[in-house]
């Protein structure tokens, strides 16, 4: 199993662009979750899936933020327009649906917004 | 809604003495506990969790984690660390009726030689 892949591992834009970071989950998992760390934060969760429908957005930080999930094996993180204050480690993960089973992290997207 | 704290912010230990880490949470009933360890650039690796029955916990790279009901806690040990171990280690704590989880702020772990 490849495990959950993230793209692009790091990304510098400029203050006020689009950015969008990507996220496969590990097939068969239909739970997908789109956390944010920062040194100030720690780990914070911004919003989770199940069967690609959005449970619970009450992470994501403003309008500025949206995530999608069209099936089971593509998820995006959009910010538009970024600001410096996006930068951080922004990570995915997946996990089966039932009471006991733990979520898989990604290797994460470092962001840097100059 | 639950929570964790990690008292520690940073721990630094000798090659191949002991380690403890602390964590405690806050949940009104049996909660799902988690240990993560996080090397520099990467992502998180679930070292054991804990749902129900025994509450000694053993996992991956020789470490293991106790659950007390009665402190709230669920602190990780090695007996013996090794180089390798130097990380940062997150505790994190689930509900029993949602699939979120809630993360301390990590501590860091330094190995002296």
């Known amino acids: 199993d490849a495990g959950v892949i993230q793209s692009p591992r790091h990304e510098v834009t400029e203050m006020g662009q689009e950015v969008t970071l990507r996220c496969k989950p590990i097939?068969?998992?239909?739970?997908l979750f789109w956390y944010r760390q920062t040194m100030m934060r720690g780990l914070e969760l911004l919003i989770y899936?199940?069967?690609?429908?959005?449970?619970?957005d009450s992470g994501m930080p403003e309008d500025r933020f949206s995530a999608k999930m069209p099936n089971a094996s593509f998820s995006t993180l959009k910010i538009q327009p970024s600001e410096p204050r996006d930068s951080a480690v922004y990570f995915c993960?997946?996990?089966?649906?039932?009471?006991?089973?733990?979520?898989?992290f990604g290797p994460g997207t470092r962001l840097t917004v100059t | 809604a639950q929570s964790v704290t990690q008292p520690d912010i940073h721990i630094t230990v000798s090659e191949g003495a002991s380690l403890e880490l602390r964590c405690n949470y806050s949940?009104?009933?049996?909660?799902?506990l988690f240990w993560y360890v996080q090397s520099p650039g990467q992502g998180l690796q679930l070292l054991l969790k804990y749902f129900s029955g025994d509450t000694l916990v053993q996992g991956i790279k020789g470490f293991e984690a106790e659950f007390k009901r009665s402190q709230s806690s669920f602190n990780l040990r090695k007996p013996s660390v090794h180089w390798s171990d130097a990380a940062e280690y997150f505790c994190a704590v689930g509900a029993r009726n949602d699939y979120k989880l809630s993360f301390g702020a990590g501590t860091t772990v330094t190995v002296r030689a």
């Open positions: 899936f199940n069967n690609n429908v959005p449970i619970d």
């Open positions: 993960a997946s996990r089966r649906g039932g009471p006991s089973y733990e979520q898989y």
């Open positions: 949940y009104g009933a049996t909660p799902y």
């Open positions: 097939s068969g998992h239909d739970y």
